[in-house]
């Protein structure tokens, strides 16, 4: 025979919650948020509790009740644990504002260097500069590159001296 | 005596679900019966709200992250149950829920008291409470190694609805 479900009314959860002051329900959530950061930089870093704790020359029992999501952190405490793990833990909403804006400047100045380099680099490219010619008809290219003298049509040129590098090939007839 | 496992329907959030226990013959689940007596004492109102903020939040947003819950330091090959407790309170120790973290997305609530002494087992509103929730605590893990339960997200699943019986 299936057992019956017990007839609970768990709105008894929520009255609860009602009837407690905001700002005791603030600190919980901010408490957890801090805490989870931490744990989150910790498997970031590979870093255990423990390794943690020795680090801030603490116990690490109390390292184990700063995250358990009830702990009243002191800005000391934070600007230490940021010194150790070299993160930010914390932030306010102007700040993150404004990093934010920074990181976009910075990524669209970074765009605008890459484009300009890119132009630059193509303007000044040699082979760019070497006037399209058609000799013959047999020439299907003209193109040339000093380092790697390629013969792209070996029976329009009378030499292709390819064992130097400093060579440059030209097309015959020009 | 057997004790039975149930969801909390009302506290299945996004991150995780939570469970209960009836223990056979009481009548009303383990965390129902600690809400129902910790609501009902102004002192403990406080501490209770905060706990209870604490299993919404978990929920919600973080996953119950190993690292969020305290457990007693004991010398036995399976760790002890896990607790709640808010750091301030009408007590030097405070109001304590035990609990069974499953997993990241299971946690099974059991229930607790105003803690009075160091070592829970000699708190004489604790100790019954700390003694139910090792037992409980051993069964699940006795049955999940034996696959008669299995954890699939945030479900416990059991082969047969027989299986939720916990024989303590």
Redesign the interface.
């Known amino acids: 025979m299936q057992k019956k479900r017990p007839n609970e009314d768990f709105s008894i959860f929520d009255e609860v919650l009602d009837k407690t002051p905001e700002h005791e329900k603030i600190f919980v959530s901010r408490s957890l948020e801090i805490a989870n950061q931490i744990i989150i930089v910790l498997e970031q870093k590979a870093l255990l509790q423990k390794e943690l704790a020795d680090k801030l020359e603490k116990q690490e029992s109390e390292i184990s009740r700063w995250l358990s999501g009830f702990h009243n952190f002191t800005i000391k405490s934070i600007a230490k644990l940021e010194a150790v793990l070299g993160e930010r833990i914390i932030t306010t909403p102007n700040q993150a504002r404004t990093e934010l804006s920074n990181r976009i400047e910075a990524l669209v100045d970074d765009h605008i260097k890459t484009a300009i380099e890119r132009i630059r680099s193509e303007r000044n490219r040699p082979e760019s500069r070497v006037p399209t010619q058609t000799a013959s008809k047999t020439v299907t290219t003209n193109i040339v590159t000093p380092r790697s003298c390629k013969v792209v049509n070996i029976h329009d040129f009378k030499k292709a001296n390819i064992n130097n590098p400093d060579s440059h090939l030209r097309p015959t007839g020009t | 005596m057997v004790a ?1 496992i ?1 969801s ?4 299945n959030y996004a991150k995780v679900a939570y469970y209960t226990v ?1 223990v056979e013959g009481r009548g ?2 383990e965390f ?1 019966d600690f ?2 007596r910790m ?1 009902n004492v102004p002192e403990y ?2 501490q ?3 706990i ?7 929920g919600e ?2 996953g119950a ?1 190993e ?4 457990h007693e330091r004991r010398s036995e090959a399976l760790p002890p149950p896990y607790f709640i ?3 301030d309170g009408p007590s030097k120790y405070g109001l304590r829920l035990y609990c069974v973290r499953l997993s990241p997305s299971i946690v099974v609530l059991l229930n607790g008291d105003l803690k009075t002494h160091d070592y829970p087992d000699q708190c004489p509103n604790c100790a019954r409470h700390f003694a139910l929730a090792n037992k409980i605590s051993r069964k699940i893990d006795e049955a999940i190694k034996e696959r008669r339960l299995r954890l699939d997200g945030k479900n416990i699943e059991a082969e047969t ?1 027989d299986d ?2 916990l024989f303590l």
């Open positions: 039975t149930w909390i329907s009302k506290l009836e009303r689940t129902f809400q129902t609501k109102l406080s209770l709200g905060s209870n903020q604490f299993i919404k939040e978990i947003k973080h992250h690292l969020h819950f305290k407790q808010p750091e609805n939720y019986d």
